[in-house]
T-cell receptor
Framework: QKEVEQDPGPLSVPEGAIVSLNCTYS??????FMWYRQYSRKGPELLMY????GNKEDGRFTAQVDKSSKYISLFIRDSQPSDSATYLC????????????FGSGTRLSIRP | GAVVSQHPSRVICKSGTSVKIECRSL??????MFWYRQFPKQSLMLMAT?????????EQGVEKDKFLINHASLTLSTLTVTSAHPEDSSFYIC??????????????FGEGSRLTVL
């Protein structure tokens, strides 16, 4: 079993829709949770960063962490064609030396 | 956010040659840098962790003599693919972790380097 599971998609939704992206994980020691966006042939860009459980909102993006279920989500409101990219979840334990584990990424396409 | 610069962005070389890729943190110090490899439509595969002033730590299955990593300063790490072969063709991405006391450990990525070995 992989430490982090993420549906690879592709996920295609119409412009303006609410997008829900999810990851599950198996290691209860993970404390930091991140979402990265990667455009084709580019390096990943950090979108959201949360510590432990709870919600965090930044503009059209909301990250949720449910440690009891080992489940994290990224919601995108009012989706735009420019949001079309691969979204990677990532997580690590508390120690600053801990390795970051990435999900396989979900390819998202927003149809105009 | 912090800026990580990676160079070259694209390189084509003949089989048997060596290729060096540079990763620089432009506006912060990075005691730790990471090198990843990414195949088309797949996630990032960590190759090695590069610590300033010490030897890199390689992941299982990654040949340290094939992929030479040097982290000579707090702002520069290099990856050299030695005696490259077509199967080494891939997208190589570096990332850096900010050196601070907050222990947030955020990673900032370079733009990636696409290596094509003929």
């Amino acid at each position: 079993q992989k430490e982090v599971e993420q549906d690879p998609g592709p996920l295609s939704v119409p412009e303006g829709a609410i997008v829900s992206l999810n990851c599950t994980y198996s290691n209860s020691a993970f404390q930091y949770f991140m979402w990265y966006r990667q455009y084709s042939r580019k390096g990943p860009e950090l979108l959201m960063y949360t510590y432990s459980s709870g919600n965090k909102e930044d503009g059209r993006f909301t990250a949720q962490v449910d440690k009891s279920s080992k489940y994290i989500s990224l919601f995108i409101r009012d989706s735009q064609p420019s949001d079309s990219a691969t979204y990677l979840c990532a997580m690590r334990r508390y120690s600053s030396a801990s390795k970051i584990i990435f999900g396989s990424g979900t390819r998202l396409s927003i149809r105009p | 956010g912090a800026v990580v610069s990676q160079h070259p962005s694209r390189v084509i070389c003949k089989s048997g040659t060596s290729v060096k890729i540079e990763c620089r943190s432009l506006d912060f110090q990075a005691t730790t840098m990471f090198w990843y490899r990414q195949f088309p439509k797949q996630s990032l595969m960590l190759m090695a962790t590069s610590n300033e002033g010490s030897k890199a730590t390689y992941e299982q299955g990654v040949e340290k003599d094939k992929f030479l990593i040097n982290h000579a300063s707090l702002t520069l790490s290099t990856l050299t693919v030695t005696s490259a072969h077509p199967e080494d063709s891939s997208f190589y991405i570096c990332s850096a972790r900010i050196r601070d006391g907050a222990n947030t450990g955020e990673l900032f990525f370079g733009e990636g380097s696409r290596l094509t070995v003929l």
